[in-house]
């Protein structure tokens, strides 16, 4: 998997767990799901995001800008 589907994925994951934390253990938990959405607010306006650069540090590979840009570029 590479970068961008992954940052989408745990964005994903980390908002639907803080929602259902949220909904059945305590009502603080949506403070996680707001944070997601600042950081994806300030992330749109400066195209810099935490998560990101640690995946990157991770290892994980970046991807194409959209699905099938190589085949594309190659027609």
Do not use: D, Y
């Not at 995946?55 to 800008?65: M, N, P, S």
């Amino acid at each position: 998997m590479t970068l961008e589907p992954m940052l989408r994925l745990i964005a994903g994951t980390v908002v639907t767990a803080s929602v259902l934390l949220g909904t059945l253990v305590h009502p603080a938990f949506l403070w996680m799901t707001g944070f997601v959405g600042l950081n994806l607010v300030q992330s749109a306006f400066t195209g810099w995001c935490p998560m990101m650069a640690i995946l990157r540090k991770a290892g994980v590979r970046e991807g194409e800008t959209r699905p099938g840009a190589r085949l594309a570029a190659q027609g």
